[in-house]
């Protein structure tokens, strides 16, 4: 298995996260615009994380190709990177922005199934090669933030286009392997997507992520609200995902051992338990930092079995639009969804009770998670 090629592809993707998510608003307002049409920008890279995935797992499944559309996006997502570069025109940039976004995550589901295939009936060690795109996207946030300082937020498209330069080349050096066959009983993917326990799975995924939604876009102004200053709120984002490395790093022991079941739903109920926290006691720093631990739990956990529970959901040619369509209703929808939600109430309701509320959709999503996910996975050679 290629591990080291396959973890520097996240390593990169995320890197790309790790300098996009904290500065591009401000490289853009560094540019005078205006906050609406940072607005615009960031909404329109949220969009194409819907879009993208299934347009993309489409093609890969019928071509049976999935290393080259990784690679063939990836390159396109280089070019328009490359595009945009010393750019001024908004109309310009956020045309680049948005080839940029569709061909960035698109791509990405596809090198999870590719991931998959690699791994075979080894989906548990899936976590040992994603936490590498956690150390990437803490790599970024840390040095880019640093250069920043020195030189300015010019640097920012810069440092994404050597990013995507590196995930490219990495996609080029990535051998791909044949997707395992069906077993007969799968079907195709339409009659795999109206099962109702795959429909069941799909959604709890999608309230996981809506969960998340008011944390991804106003957890550091839901801290400035309560006296946190820009060092320790940048310290308690760090923690969680030093926490999401460390879960990253043992899961693979625990699937085999607690099944996908069990460990999904500890990763819903502890994620309701962070949210209510979270809303309720804003002002104990100590709590705040052990309830950020819990992003091990909330999404690491999570992440980590629903990758392996969508491989075994959809398997042969339906892999590529399986995790596409897992991909853009949680990271895409759920969280677009879940951030415009928050955003609505948080005038009107303040920050407590949108995170009350995101704790209730993490507790809904466990109870669907309990009914849908298998409680263990069957051997796919006793499927055939």
Do not use: C
């Not at 996006?73 to 328009?80: N, S, T, Y």
């Not at 995101?358 to 849908?372: E, N, P, T």
């Amino acid at each position: 298995m290629p591990y080291w090629r396959l973890s520097g592809f996240y390593f990169f993707f995320f890197a790309i996260v790790g300098a996009l998510v904290p500065y591009w608003g401000p490289y853009l307002q560094g540019l005078g615009f205006s906050a609406g049409q940072v607005g615009e920008s960031i909404a329109l890279i949220n969009l194409m994380r819907v879009v993208a995935p299934n347009l993309l797992g489409y093609l890969s499944d019928r071509w049976e190709q999935r290393l080259r559309v990784v690679r063939v996006a990836a390159l396109l997502a280089l070019l328009a990177l490359a595009g945009l570069q010393g750019s001024q025109d908004f109309g310009w940039l956020l045309l680049m922005t948005g080839l940029f976004s569709f061909f960035w995550n698109g791509a990405l589901p596809q090198f999870e199934a590719a991931t998959m295939n690699h791994l075979g009936a080894q989906e548990h060690r899936y976590s040992r090669i994603r936490l590498w795109g956690s150390v990437g996207f803490i790599v970024a946030v840390a040095l880019l933030g640093a250069l920043i300082e020195r030189w300015g937020v010019g640097l920012v498209p810069w440092a994404m286009l050597l990013l995507a330069t590196g995930m490219w080349l990495v996609s080029l050096l990535t051998p791909d392997r044949e997707a395992p066959l069906a077993p007969a009983s799968a079907g195709n993917f339409w009659q795999q997507l109206r099962r109702p326990e795959v429909l069941g799975f799909l959604l709890a995924a999608f309230l996981s992520q809506m969960s998340h939604g008011p944390y991804y876009a106003f957890f550091s102004i839901y801290l400035q609200e309560h006296g946190y200053g820009s060092g320790l709120i940048g310290l308690l984002w760090a923690w969680a995902v030093v926490a999401e490395i460390a879960v990253f790093a043992v899961i693979h022991r625990w699937l085999p051992r607690h099944g996908p079941r069990r460990l999904m739903l500890a990763a819903r109920l502890l994620g309701g338990l962070r949210w209510l926290v979270t809303g309720a006691f804003p002002q104990h720093l100590g709590l705040l930092f052990a309830v950020q631990t819990l992003h091990a739990a909330s999404f690491g956990i999570y992440h980590a079995v629903g990758i392996a529970v969508v491989n075994r959901f959809f398997r042969g040619r339906s892999q590529g639009r399986g995790q596409a369509i897992y991909s853009s209703l949680t990271f895409g929808a759920g969280v677009a969804i879940g951030s415009l939600l928050a955003g609505y109430l948080w005038a009107e309701t303040g920050g407590n009770l949108v995170f009350y509320l995101a704790a209730v959709a993490s507790v809904l999503a466990a109870g669907l998670a309990g009914w849908a996910v298998p409680k263990r996975f069957q051997d796919p050679a006793a499927q055939h």
